[in-house]
């Protein structure tokens, strides 16, 4: 299986048969931000679009003009977005929708922003679960309540994805989730108490924007875990990730 970093939250997934592509909405250094998927993606693969959310640094309606008739290609969109001309190959999810796609099982939990965040069985049976904008949100200069507020929907969250995982007796093997350097100190806030809930097998930073180092102090932070940590040091970065 293939990783490719894209920027800020966005990842391709690949292996033989599909090609999942997680909340582009630009490459900073390409003019306009249009990005050619031939870049990337094979075309006699299945191509799946995933959308968590409708903020702007998660989704940009660019990927739309991928679907040029000659992909296979599925779009699996948070039905925060409205969609004015929705097409057979876009499917809507929200909290606790389930669907599947050929081989791919797609379920959806909740997000402590905005959308939802995503866990994926793929056909050989890897298990990826992409966070969107679910994390532990605490600022530093907020008050008690908003704190307390921010936890409590970040841990029922999480507990959901726990009790899902525990009754299909899953293991996430993959998980996108974010390491954010705005939040100063609680930067791992939200991270490690992932790991400690799930111990993923392997655990890819992202929504860091262009501080590309708290990938590596993040890796070096988790090291003492049973969770590998992956460094990406640029945009459009294949990954060694195992």
Known sequence: MDITYIYHSS???????YILIFDFYKIPWIKNNTFSMNEIIDKDKTIIIFISHG????????????????????????????ISDKKSNYYSI???????????????????????????KMDDNTNIFHAGDLNWWKWSGETNEDQEYATNLFKRIVNDIKIST??????IDIAFF?????LE?????????????FAPKYLFPMH???????????????KNTSTKGVTIN?????????
């Open 166 to 171: 525990e009754e299909d007796k899953e293991q």
């Open 208 to 222: 860091f924007w262009d501080k590309f180092a708290i990938t590596k102090d993040f890796s070096e932070y988790i």
């Open 185 to 197: 100190e609680n930067k791992y806030l939200g991270a490690m108490y992932f790991i400690e809930n």
């Open 11 to 17: 990842f391709a997934v690949e292996n033989e048969n």
């Open 55 to 82: 903020h702007s640094d998660h989704f940009s309606s660019e990927i739309f003009k991928w679907d040029n008739g000659i992909r296979k290609i599925y779009y699996v969109i948070s039905d925060d977005i409205d």
């Open 178 to 182: 974010p390491v954010d350097p705005r």
């Open 94 to 120: 929200k909290e606790g929708g389930n669907i599947k796609i050929e081989d791919i099982n797609v379920k959806a939990f909740g997000s402590s922003d905005l959308g939802v965040s995503f866990l994926i």
């Open 234 to 242: 640029k945009d459009i970065e294949n990954l060694n990730w195992r």
